[in-house]
């Protein structure tokens, strides 16, 4: 199928550690996001990388993509205890009436200690 | 705030009942989903709506009904569920189902079977 799976499914660090999470795919993507999720609640967008693009940043957050290897990668830096959460990649699907809808995998659940 | 606001934000019901999940988008979008999201599996597409009209149904089981009266509500009519439906169903909104949209979940409505 087209979603993302995000690896690893839990990380705990410590806190101002950093933190990565990946996520691989199966077909080509016109773009890959990433959303958070606090505990019960909605999911959030963090970002969003075109598959022309290799990284983007966006505060203490990075992502790269790598399309030859249908992979994605997002790095927190210096992570902080508001930091928990989890974090899913969405990849676009094409639906047969020309719509792009986001498809999540099982998200990385980031534990981060004080 | 997202802009999407769910309610109720937790329903509990017996496999007779009937019940209804609202969703409501203050955003001014045209495109609007319902996804249900089950421990350990990835999020689940279940409908989207352009513009009032359906534009997806992911093999969706009859007991789930959608309705979408404008775009700026969405509805989920729930009748006899089974324990395997419990599950957080998440709506979100986009302002179009293109490219590069960004989605904007509410905080869900957690739904328990009995």
Redesign the interface.
Known sequence: SQQGEEDPQALSIQEGENATMNCSYKTSINNLQWYRQNSGRGLVHLILIRSNEREKHSGRLRVTLDTSKKSSSLLITASRAADTASYFCATDRVESGGSYIPTFGRGTSLIVHP | E?G?T?TPRHLVMGMTNKKSLKCEQHLGHN?M?W?KQSA????E?MF?Y?LEER??NNSVPSRFSPECPNSSHLFLHLHTLQPEDSA?Y?C?SSQD????????????T?LSVL
């Open positions: 997202t999407v769910q495109a989903y996804y350990k599996k990835p999020l597409l989207v352009s534009v997806e957080l998440l979100a189902p293109g490219i590069e949209e960004k989605l904007f979940f509410g905080s869900g957690q």
